[in-house]
């Protein structure tokens, strides 16, 4: 006995998407507190008399507003939910002095977007936006707002990102510190350390001691020198300068040269007009400033103390102080600390 045909399947019907909203060119759309920040709203024609657009937010706004999302708590006083809070997203219009950076400057748009309308949408007796106008700007500028954090979130994580792996190199890239970081601070520690060392050494040789002359020359080969005999060893060049000082008993060397006056006088690319002979400060203090006629003047910076001057007068008078003319200055010259320095340079 043959079987019965089956029966000829239902055809599908197509879901239906709901039509899109068009919003209206002469009135604002009714925005409802469970649909603030879905659907984007157009304004009504008339609505501008200039033309404005929704400004681009500073990072430190979407920073903000990442941390504090802009909401409002909404509490139901009537029954059956009598008592219920909800929280509605918003968008400031006004601000205190004491509020947020961020939330000044979402309050600034708001006064920048009324500045921008036209009568229709403002109430001629309080001054104030119609309500309608105002529900429809805070919609807008909530979903600008997120649309700008969701830009802002994806450039982020994709900088964070770690690069994919090449095929030359499949290495996975191990997050935290490298177990070679502590070694490698400990070295530079004690790099720094035996650089201030050295400087400590080798700075006062260079600032106070002159050059030597050449070495002796080794005896030719094949030639022994005699027992007992040694080669001599040339004496330094004398000092470029002769300091003197003016006594009761007349003009004489200076017995009691400070350190510091040593150092900067034995400098070799020192001016020429500091070599020769001079003649001693008159006192260890400091004067003003240097007088007019100075010849020449040089800065001298030893650590541990204030830059001073040092100047020369006429006929090779020495003279200290604090300040002079700087576009008399001919160099500066910087030296490891001195305790020989006068007391008004100490810090």
Not at 147 to 160: E, N, W
Not at 207 to 232: D, F, M, Q, W, Y
Request: hydrophobic content about 35%.
């Amino acid at each position: 006995m043959p079987l019965d045909p089956l029966p000829p399947l239902a055809p599908h019907e197509k879901k239906t998407s709901p039509p899109k909203h068009v919003c209206s060119m002469s009135t604002p759309c009714p925005i409802c507190l469970s649909d603030v920040g879905k659907c984007y709203h157009s304004f009504p024609k008339g609505t501008f008399k200039a033309r404005f657009s929704l400004p681009i937010l500073p990072k430190f706004v979407l920073k903000h507003y990442a941390a504090n999302p802009p909401v409002w708590t909404w509490s139901i006083k009537d029954r059956p939910n009598k008592g219920k809070s909800f929280q509605v997203p918003t968008i400031p219009v006004a601000s205190s002095k004491l509020a947020p950076k961020a939330v000044q400057w979402i309050a600034a748009v708001f006064h920048l977007f009324k500045a921008h309308l036209s009568p229709i949408a403002i109430d001629t007796e309080t001054g104030r936006i119609h309500q309608a106008w105002l529900c429809l700007y805070q919609n807008n500028m909530y979903i600008h707002l997120q649309a700008q954090l969701k830009v802002s979130h994806k450039v982020s994580t994709q900088h964070s990102s770690p690069p994919p792996p090449t095929k030359g190199n499949t290495s996975v890239p191990v997050d935290g510190p490298s177990p070679f970081s502590n070694v490698i601070a400990e070295l530079r520690a004690k790099i720094a350390l035996l650089h201030k060392k050295l400087y400590n050494l080798a700075v006062p040789h260079k600032a106070c001691c002159l050059r030597h002359s050449n070495p002796p020359p080794s005896p030719p080969l094949g030639v022994i020198p005699k027992e007992g005999s040694t080669n001599p060893t040339p004496s330094p060049p004398p000092p470029p300068f002769l300091l003197l000082k003016a006594s009761q008993n007349g003009i004489a060397p200076d017995p009691h040269l400070p350190s510091w006056l040593t150092t900067a006088l034995s400098i070799e690319d020192i001016p020429s007009a500091f070599k020769g002979t001079l003649y001693s400060p008159s006192s260890v203090t400091l004067s003003t400033t240097l007088p007019q006629g100075t010849v020449s003047t040089i800065k001298l910076a030893f650590e541990g103390s204030t830059p001073f001057y040092l100047g020369i007068l006429p006929r090779g008078f020495l003279e200290v102080a604090p300040m002079a003319d700087c576009s008399l200055v001919a160099n500066v010259y910087r030296f490891p600390p001195d305790s020989t320095i006068p007391m008004a340079c100490w810090k």
